[in-house]
């Protein structure tokens, strides 16, 4: 649906993971799909992934063959971690599914340690009014087609469409994720807003 593009944005998103310098702490990659976070991150010990989906986790496994990853089959609503566990947790393009948001922020604030972080990355829709009309255009009208021609599935890149529309704005998100008790640092836009970067702290 980015047309390639996400690749540099994980790559930017695994460089603010690695610029927070935790040393030996653990990482928690939520929904963590076919393990691209931990595949592109420069470390290979102390990493956890929970997806609910355990078909991902086999290909993570051998993609991340060399690396020490503990993997739990799970939703972000209800995680089998103890409380204060994590330096970092991360999620891309994961927080769009969660069933109930509130309960996953939850969640993540009480496995986050102290000043840990919580970053996630998601689709968003554009801010600025001259991107938005062809944005809407390709997310309900192409992005559809061209789902349906090339991944003979249109229902699928429907529902990503629908759920991008859906998904609440910068300012409502943040609110949701901080009635959960973490504090906002900061929002990275590409895009004027149609993929972000948002970074929180558990003060
Ligand atoms: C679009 S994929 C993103 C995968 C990976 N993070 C990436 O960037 O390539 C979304 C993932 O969210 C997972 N997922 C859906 N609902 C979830 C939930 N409630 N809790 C955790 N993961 C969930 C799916 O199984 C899927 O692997």
Not at 76 to 88: D, L, R, S
Not at 114 to 128: A, C, D, S, V
Not at 172 to 188: C, D, P, R, V, Y
Request: net charge positive; aromatic share 14%; hydrophobic share 35%.
């Amino acid at each position: 649906m980015s047309l390639g593009v996400h690749r540099l944005w994980k790559k930017y998103y695994v460089n603010l993971i690695e610029n927070l310098h935790i040393s030996s702490e653990n990482i928690l990659d939520i929904a963590s799909g076919t393990g691209d976070i931990f595949y592109s991150l420069n470390r290979s010990k102390n990493l956890f992934a929970i997806d609910p989906i355990s078909e991902m986790h086999s290909i993570s496994k051998v993609k991340n063959s060399k690396k020490s990853i503990s993997y739990e089959t799970g939703f972000a609503e209800k995680m089998p971690y103890k409380k204060n566990y994590f330096q970092v947790i991360s999620c891309t393009y994961g927080v769009r599914n969660f069933e109930n948001r509130n309960k996953a922020f939850s969640e993540i604030t009480r496995c986050l340690k102290k000043n840990g972080y919580f970053l996630f990355m998601e689709f968003g829709k554009p801010k600025r009014d001259l991107l938005l009309e062809p944005f809407n255009l390709y997310l309900n009208k192409w992005l559809p087609l061209i789902g349906s021609i090339v991944a003979k599935d249109r229902h699928s890149y429907k529902y990503l469409a629908e759920s991008i529309q859906n998904f609440p704005s910068q300012d409502n998100i943040i609110m949701q994720a901080e009635s959960t008790g973490l504090t906002h640092q900061k929002t990275i836009d590409f895009l004027s807003g149609a993929n972000n970067i948002y970074i929180f702290k558990k003060l």
